[in-house]
């Protein structure tokens, strides 16, 4: 009878089948040994097969949960921006991830750059301006910006050449190429009727309204779509536009020159009186917004409606000069106005962020904390200063409704818009007759439509064609 030959492979027993032949007793009990072995390797084999898949299930349970929220997140439909601008009625923003720009609000002057007359109550993209936007700003009823090859584009209504092209073309509904500003730019600001750009000689450029000098060249009353030299204004820093005014900030951001109206004292220079009711090249702010401390330089420099606020550069106080007919310089006195910078009160370290509205008598700023304040006249008909509240006249800022979380801010003329949070969401409130609150709604002009913030919605496309 031959042998049930069994042998050892990696410390496993195995069986030649070959010679298996009917078994004995001895045979029987080997086999049925051999059964138990295998059986129970079997079954401990099943067992790690179990628990792998479990774990693979809980991973991938794991990773969509991850992948569910992250796409919640992401098609939360809330529109994100590096930058958000206010024009009168409506608002244009850099839109991430891409930098392309989109516009809502009211369009019947070509607003909104999309090729169409009418409002759009979502926000809607700019006819080549989908991508690499380095600059942007919007005036009452035009808006301009830098593409990435230093070119500035601008569209909407054209009066006084503030688009930077001929007289001819009363509208632009998608941008026009400013004249001679083909490359070069580095930024650009827009007042509330004309425009300027710093060029990267580190000059700056104006073009459009000049009726108080606003274009600084010195040239009096003269409106110009040719931009026009600042005159002697060399290392400059930054440039930015008021109603009807300008400022820029030069050599190492240490110095203050502004030029154009000045019948609120906005020029911020003691030495002028209201009687110079306009200055047609640039005069020095004094005191400057650098000088109160050794050393100290300026963060920022912004226009609003016969006022200007500025920002210390270190400890980030805040000062605003000019028009305080209604409490927009934010001290709490009852002066008519205010004719050297003068400190906000709240805002004595910390400010990042500054917008006094070039249409209307009110400010806001955002403080390092995220916190934003708003302060002046907050009317019914105007709207609203974010805390719930519908009527307030705020001769100190008053704290916007919601979290802590606000990066920067634009103030329009009866609504304002703020980027929040770590995805840069833009959030506006008030007044929605033009769709200004982007959200794809309208509302009659004398409804309150939101008193606190409520984010801006990326949808389909709601506007009304030629």
């Known amino acids: 009878m031959r042998q049930l030959t069994t042998f050892e492979v990696d410390g496993n027993t195995s069986i030649d089948e070959d010679q298996q ?3 004995t007793v001895a045979d029987n009990a080997s086999t049925i040994s051999v059964k138990v072995v295998t059986r129970t390797k079997a079954l401990m084999m099943v067992a790690i097969l179990v628990c792998l898949l479990a774990v693979i299930v809980v991973v991938t349970v794991t990773s969509n949960a991850f992948i569910g929220n ?4 992401d098609e939360s439909n809330i529109l994100r921006a590096s930058t958000v601008v206010a024009g009168s009625f409506f608002f244009c923003a850099i839109v991430l991830p891409l930098n392309g720009v989109k516009c809502w609000g009211i369009g019947n002057y070509g607003q909104m750059g999309n090729g169409k007359l009418g409002d759009a109550s979502f926000p809607d993209s700019v006819v080549g301006l989908e991508r690499d936007v380095r600059s942007l700003c919007s005036g009452a009823v035009h808006s301009c910006a830098v593409d990435k090859r230093g070119a500035v584009k601008c569209w909407g209504a054209n009066s006084d050449g503030k688009l930077g092209i001929d007289l001819s073309t009363p ?4 941008p026009v190429q400013v004249e001679g500003l083909s490359a070069g730019a580095l930024s650009v600001t827009c007042g509330g009727f004309h425009s300027c750009a710093l060029l990267e000689n580190k000059t700056a450029v104006c ?4 009726g108080h000098g606003q274009l600084g060249s010195g040239a009096v009353g003269l409106h110009s779509y040719v931009p026009q030299r600042v005159a002697g204004l060399i290392n400059v820093d930054f440039v930015a536009g008021g109603t009807y005014s300008t400022c820029a900030v030069v050599n190492a951001s240490t110095q203050t020159y502004c030029w154009g109206h ?20 640039p005069v020095r702010v004094d005191p400057d917004y650098s000088s109160f401390g050794a050393g100290e330089t300026i963060k920022a420099v912004e226009g609003g409606y016969y006022s200007f606020c ?17 409490y927009q310089i934010g001290d709490a006195s009852t002066r008519y106005f205010i004719g050297t910078i003068n400190p906000v009160i709240g805002f004595d370290n910390g400010t990042v962020a500054v917008s006094p509205s070039k249409y209307s008598n009110r400010v806001c700023a955002v403080l390092n904390s995220g916190e934003a304040r708003c302060w002046g006249l907050f009317r019914p008909e105007s709207c609203c200063v974010g805390n719930g509240t519908g009527d307030v006249i705020a001769r100190v800022p008053v704290r916007v409704a919601g979290e802590f979380d606000h990066r920067s801010i634009a103030v329009g003329k009866s609504a304002a818009c703020s980027i929040r949070g770590r995805r840069r969401e833009v959030w506006c409130w008030g007044k929605n007759h033009h769709g200004q609150l982007g959200n794809g709604t309208t509302k ?19 506007s009304t064609a030629d």
């Open 70 to 73: 992250e796409e919640e997140e």
């Open 444 to 462: 009659p002009f004398y409804d309150l439509a939101a008193l606190v913030p409520q984010p801006v919605m990326v949808a389909a496309v709601n």
């Open 21 to 23: 032949e009917s078994p």
């Open 262 to 281: 000045n019948g609120y004292g906005e020029l911020g220079s003691q030495n002028l009186t209201l009687d110079s009711r306009a200055r047609y090249v």
């Open 310 to 326: 500025g920002i210390q550069g270190s400890a980030g106080r805040l000062f605003c000069v000019g028009s305080n007919l209604n």
């Open 171 to 174: 509208v632009a509904k998608t």
């Open 207 to 210: 073009w459009g309204y000049n």
